[in-house]
T-cell receptor, first 111, second 116 residues
Framework: RKEVEQDPGPFNVPEGATVAFNCTYSNSASQSFFWYRQDCRKEPKLLMSVYSSGNEDGRFTAQLNRASQYISLLIRDSKLSDSATYLCVVRQNTGGFKTIFGAGTRLFVKA | GAVVSQHPSWVICKSGTSVKIECRSLDFQATTMFWYRQFPKQSLMLMATSNEGSKATYEQGVEKDKFLINHASLTLSTLTVTSAHPEDSSFYIC????????????FGPGTRLTVL
């Protein structure tokens, strides 16, 4: 089983749609959680951290459920520019920090 | 925010040659840098952790004699792919953690290596 699992997609949605991505992680000792965005042939860029209380940044809302070891990202009012791959990222401290990346979920937003 | 640069951004080389990739933290010091490799449609896979002033720590399955890492200063880490083969063709990305905000990793723009 992969340490961080995501639905690879692709998700094809029209502009203005709401889309949700899910991610599960296997190590209950994981401490920090993030969503990164990666455009084609580019490096990943931090989209937002994920906190237990849930957090929102504009059109983006992230949720963490530690009991279920589950993370989600909700994008409202999708824009064409949201088209990218969204990476679920988990950081563990097991005798040293280790960052685990999910394989990513591809999103295509169409006009 | 913090900036990490990589050089070159892309390289094409013949099989059997060695390729050096540089990773620099431009406006902060990084005692630790991470080297990742990403194949098409796959996740980033950590290859090794580069430590300034000491030996790199390699992940399981990564050949340390093939992927030479040197962390010469607090702002520079290099990855040398020795005797490159076509299966080494990939997107290599470095990153460095910053002190603040906590846990943030800053990524370089990546180096696309194609071995013919």
């Amino acid at each position: 089983r992969k340490e961080v699992e995501q639905d690879p997609g692709p998700f094809n949605v029209p502009e203005g749609a709401t889309v949700a991505f899910n991610c599960t992680y296997s190590n209950s000792a994981s401490q920090s959680f993030f969503w990164y965005r990666q455009d084609c042939r580019k490096e990943p860029k931090l989209l937002m951290s994920v906190y237990s209380s849930g957090n929102e940044d504009g059109r983006f809302t992230a949720q963490l459920n530690r009991a279920s070891q589950y993370i989600s990202l909700l994008i409202r009012d999708s824009k064409l520019s949201d088209s990218a791959t969204y990476l679920c990222v988990v950081r563990q401290n097991t005798g040293g920090f280790k960052t685990i990346f999910g394989a990513g979920t591809r999103l295509f937003v169409k006009a | 925010g913090a900036v990490v640069s990589q050089h070159p951004s892309w390289v094409i080389c013949k099989s059997g040659t060695s390729v050096k990739i540089e990773c620099r933290s431009l406006d902060f010091q990084a005692t630790t840098m991470f080297w990742y490799r990403q194949f098409p449609k796959q996740s980033l896979m950590l290859m090794a952790t580069s430590n300034e002033g000491s030996k790199a720590t390699y992940e399981q399955g990564v050949e340390k004699d093939k992927f030479l890492i040197n962390h010469a200063s607090l702002t520079l880490s290099t990855l040398t792919v020795t005797s490159a083969h076509p299966e080494d063709s990939s997107f290599y990305i470095c990153s460095a953690p910053d002190v603040a905000p906590r846990d943030t990793q800053y990524f370089g723009p990546g180096t696309r290596l194609t071995v013919l």
